[in-house]
Nanobody, 127 residues
Framework: QPLLVESGGGLVQPGGSLRLSCVASGFTFDDYAIGWFRQAPGKEREAVSCVSSNSVSKSYAASVKGRFAISRDNAKNTVYLQMNSLKPEDIGVYYC????????????????????WGQGTQVTVSS
């Protein structure tokens, strides 16, 4: 049974940092690109970042480029999202998702490519 479990969310002040983790099980992690998405209250879910199965390709939404960094450790079936210089507009539930994409490929153009989803972790940015 495919499973993705996010952790690392919490309350942080503007300008602070958080590192989210996404641990996968129940499928061949090395065959999947992983994406991070977020959903703020009253808004649609949006893409944040993705990393290809071999970490060669990474993509970021314009709103987070230069502040967030995605990485993965295939030996641990884990993907990380390092979030720095957090802003109030980064608030939301952050989800990771898995896409059985070609080796060098990942996309944040559409979430419908993604096969498996986690339950999410809440990120709140407030002073």
């Amino acid at each position: 049974q495919p499973l993705l479990v996010e952790s690392g969310g919490g309350l942080v002040q503007p300008g602070g940092s958080l590192r989210l983790s996404c641990v996968a099980s129940g499928f061949t992690f090395d065959d999947y690109a992983i994406g991070w998405f977020r959903q703020a209250p009253g808004k649609e879910r949006e893409a944040v970042s993705c990393v290809s199965s071999n970490s060669v390709s990474k993509s970021y939404a314009a709103s987070v480029k230069g502040r967030f960094a995605i990485s993965r450790d295939n030996a641990k079936n884990t993907v990380y999202l390092q979030m720095n210089s957090l802003k109030p507009e980064d608030i939301g539930v952050y989800y990771c998702a898995a896409d059985r994409a070609p080796l060098h490929f990942c996309t944040i153009a559409t979430m419908y490519e993604y096969d498996y989803w986690g339950q999410g972790t809440q990120v709140t940015v407030s002073s």
